[in-house]
């Protein structure tokens, strides 16, 4: 597969390497303010166009969006660019890929950002026993759902996508919009809802994801509409490495909605945890 992708200091030969991974529905150009700060520190940046969302990296087939083929991506890209170990930041389906990749590459990984989504085990806690975090997520029934969420939400130029796009610059709105847009990409990107059950009710019992030793941010908006304060709260308990939380007062678009304090935000946790 060949992926979409987009780069900012990779010719900084000595700087530590970083990739940025995306969520829904965006792509790799919500990181790009972020990623030219950051190479203008000395940080090699890389931000791809994840699975489903570039042409040329979009199977078909439900089975094709695991997390594990997710995440298999990330270590995959990292080998091509050279890149051993690695800082890593994700937003929405970005962390859930980088909550996954620690658990399956932990040697790769040197530090973890993850943006609104929190530890998986805790997320898949809240699903089970909060009624505030369940009735956040009821939207994820209809994503699961073939063919009518494809057409509900290309109805009427994306209407609803749209509206879930209203704090975010028109440039990146545009790119979205032709991104899902092309033959099969909105489907694609949709089956990582599909692929991916984190219901306790599914058949997950106890910890899944387990304990993070990795040093770890996690940036959550107060005013997330999709992501509710008890898993939140509830990931302090997995991680066992150097932790941080950030809470701000913003909604599930943090680094559109409050981007100065973002980029302050990562790039202390990136010079707080050098790699050697």
């Known amino acids: 597969m060949v992926f979409r992708s987009r780069g900012a200091g990779l010719d900084n030969v000595s700087g530590e390497p970083i990739i940025l991974l995306h969520g829904f529905p965006e792509t790799s150009i919500m990181w790009a303010n972020l990623t030219e700060r950051l190479a203008s520190e000395g940080y090699r940046c890389f931000a791809p166009d994840q699975r489903g969302y570039s042409p040329n990296a979009r199977p078909k087939g439900v089975e094709n969006y695991i997390y594990q083929e997710l995440a298999s991506d990330v270590i995959a890209l990292a080998d091509a660019l050279g890149f051993g170990r690695f800082h890593l930041v994700g937003h929405d389906w970005g962390s859930v890929v980088g909550w996954a990749a620690i658990l399956l590459y932990p040697e790769r990984i040197h530090s973890w950002t993850a943006m609104s989504v929190p530890h998986m085990d805790a997320f898949r806690s809240a699903l089970a026993d909060d009624v505030d975090q369940q009735q956040r997520s009821q939207y994820i029934a209809f994503f699961r759902t073939p063919g009518q969420a494809e057409k509900t939400l290309t109805a009427n130029d994306f209407e609803l996508l749209r509206?879930?796009?209203?704090?975010?610059?028109?440039?990146?709105?545009?790119?979205?919009?032709?991104?899902?847009?092309?033959?099969?990409?909105?489907?694609?990107?949709?089956?990582?809802?599909?692929?991916?059950?984190?219901?306790?009710?599914?058949?997950?019992?106890?910890a899944?994801?387990?304990?993070?030793?990795?040093?770890?941010?996690?940036?959550?908006?107060?005013?997330?509409?999709?992501v509710g304060r008890t898993a939140v709260v509830r990931t302090e308990q997995y991680m066992k490495g150097?932790?941080?939380?950030?809470?701000?007062?913003?909604?599930?678009?943090?680094?559109?909605?409050?981007?100065?304090?973002?980029?302050?935000?990562?790039?202390?946790?990136?010079?707080?945890n050098r790699m050697p």
Do not use: C, M
């Open 163 to 206: 509206a879930l796009w209203a704090s975010i610059p028109s440039d990146q709105v545009k790119e979205y919009i032709t991104v899902f847009s092309q033959p099969g990409a909105l489907t694609a990107a949709l089956n990582w809802y599909r692929a991916n059950s984190f219901d306790l009710e599914q058949g997950y019992q106890g």
């Open 242 to 272: 150097p932790y941080r939380l950030v809470e701000l007062n913003a909604g599930h678009w943090l680094i559109q909605e409050a981007s100065d304090r973002v980029h302050r935000e990562i790039l202390s946790h990136l010079k707080s």
């Open 208 to 226: 899944l994801f387990g304990p993070v030793w990795h040093p770890t941010l996690l940036i959550w908006g107060n005013q997330d509409i999709a």
